[in-house]
């Protein structure tokens, strides 16, 4: 009886030796003397948001709401640079850029003292919107 748990194990190691892998050579580094630094493309930019502060600028233009836009900048600690506004609604923008919005309406921006992670953080809140040109 001890035989076949022995058995068992033999085959059951050397079950996966078995599979056939063809043999790949690796090619050895070569070097290049390139002189000139390889050029690749620039990451695109984002489109440019525009910030809407007042509701009623957008009384007469047609727009569709694409969802909730959020912000932050953090302070980590007491001794790190201060939150910025300015930073929470750039990062407020530039999520509504990936949403393929072309302007946020601004809800409101503060500074919370002592939110998770973050010693104090600026946060931003808005609508991306989609402005048609009309």
Known sequence: MRVLPLCLLALSLTGCSLLHKPYKPVEPFKQTTQTEPARTKPAPRPVPVKLYTDA???????????????????????????????????????????????????????????????????????SALKVSNQ
């Not at 233009?61 to 910025?84: M, T």
């Not at 990062?91 to 939110?115: D, F, P």
Request: charged share 20%.
């Open 56 to 126: 009623g600028d957008l009384v007469s233009k047609p727009f569709r709401d694409l969802g909730e836009v959020y912000g932050e900048d953090c302070q980590n600690s007491a001794q790190s640079s201060p939150p910025n506004i300015n930073t929470a609604r750039r990062r407020m923008q530039t999520r509504a850029s990936s949403m393929k919005a072309n302007a946020v309406l601004l809800h409101q921006c503060e500074i919370v003292s002592n939110a998770q992670g973050c010693y104090r953080q600026a946060v931003c809140q808005g």
